[in-house]
């Protein structure tokens, strides 16, 4: 059996080829619709919050379930860009599972809504195991991924080449200096849209997640009840490459496991002690400001520090002593653990 007039392809070689395009452009298909699903729901979270974000959740439960050990690893391999670290591997893995749905939408559209579907699913739970989560937040991943499901379809039937034979052969192969194809030119073009929308979805995304961002806010910490004791003028051993007794504050570390520093509002931050207590305290922070402080020499350092590792820092601390708010709230009989 030949093809139509005009291609002088064998059947054999024709079906190879239109196999190896329909894999290439599924694979194409399959990506843009996961970088849409992911830019709709960052532009979402951008308006509801960072908690909602689909990757920073997905983040945050794949660092809560991550082994200590790895985490010590990560620290000392990566240092500060232990996070980007993270957040890139998730990316490549986002691709190539989201290569292998459009490959599998392109054969039966049915499997591409249910990768996508299972890829909501996980997005979903993440979320709902962040601290302080509401049913809110679950917006930006289904709407993300009902998005994606759309331009999964919308991509893969514009890809099905029309015409005759001889046309669809063309197409397949992937010479783009033929001539028009009504097939090819609807996947460009809607390619070139979606990838559009999911560019401009991201970076709104990111503009509104920075403008929720926390601020340094210029709060009037009371002089100390109990000041520390000056430093003696010979602290410090004055060697090249040692720090000095002081750590300043443009050097100290900074190491935790949060994606983004979380949002903390004064106005609406409580401290609340409850439990196994005889009295629950909850404390606003002008009334917990107003009680008797102390200053004190502190000297912090990572987990995963080395020995002469950066992960380590000296300062002068002020805070209320905790001994006195849970005696305060009366510690009963059998409690042997606080829980932050």
Not at 69 to 90: C, E, H, W
Not at 94 to 104: D, E, F, P
Not at 224 to 239: L, Q
């Amino acid at each position: 059996m030949i093809p139509s007039t005009g291609s002088n392809l064998p059947t054999k070689q024709y079906m190879a080829t239109s196999k190896r395009a329909g894999i290439l452009t599924g694979a194409l298909s399959g990506l843009l619709a996961a970088a849409l699903t992911l830019a709709i729901g960052q532009a979402r979270a951008g308006l509801v919050g960072a908690v909602s974000s689909p990757i920073i959740a997905v983040g945050g439960a794949a660092i809560d379930a991550t082994p200590e050990f790895l985490k010590s690893f990560a620290i000392r391999t990566f240092g500060t860009n232990d996070k980007l670290a993270l957040v890139t591997g998730m990316v490549l893995v986002i691709a190539v599972v989201a290569a292998l749905i459009g490959m599998a939408a392109w054969r039966r559209i049915q499997l591409g809504w249910v990768g996508i579907g299972l890829f909501g699913l996980i997005g979903l739970a993440a979320v709902a195991t962040r601290p302080n989560a509401t049913l809110t937040d679950s917006l930006p991943t289904i709407v993300g991924v009902l998005a994606g499901a759309l331009a999964l379809t919308v991509l893969t039937r514009a890809a099905r080449p029309t015409g005759d034979r001889a046309t669809e052969s063309t197409f397949v192969a992937g010479s783009f200096a033929a001539s028009g194809d009504p097939g090819r030119r609807r996947f460009l073009v809607a390619a070139s849209l979606v990838g559009g929308v999911a560019v401009v979805g991201g970076g709104l995304g990111i503009l509104g997640l920075a403008r929720r961002s926390p601020t340094a806010t210029a709060l009037a910490i009371p002089t100390p009840t109990d000041i520390g004791r000056a430093t003696p003028g010979a602290a410090g051993v004055a060697i090249n490459g040692v720090s000095p007794f002081i750590t300043p504050n443009g050097d100290f570390y900074r190491v935790d496991t949060a994606l983004i520093p979380p949002t903390v509002d004064p106005a609406t931050w409580r401290l609340r002690i409850h439990g196994m207590v005889d009295h629950e305290l909850n404390l606003d922070l002008p009334t917990l400001l107003a009680r008797p402080s102390i200053e004190r020499d502190i000297t912090l350092t990572c987990v995963s520090n080395e020995v002469g590792g950066p992960y380590a820092g000296n300062a002068r601390w002020i805070g209320i002593p905790l001994k006195a708010l849970l005696e305060e709230a009366g510690v009963q009989p059998g409690a042997d653990q606080l829980v932050s």
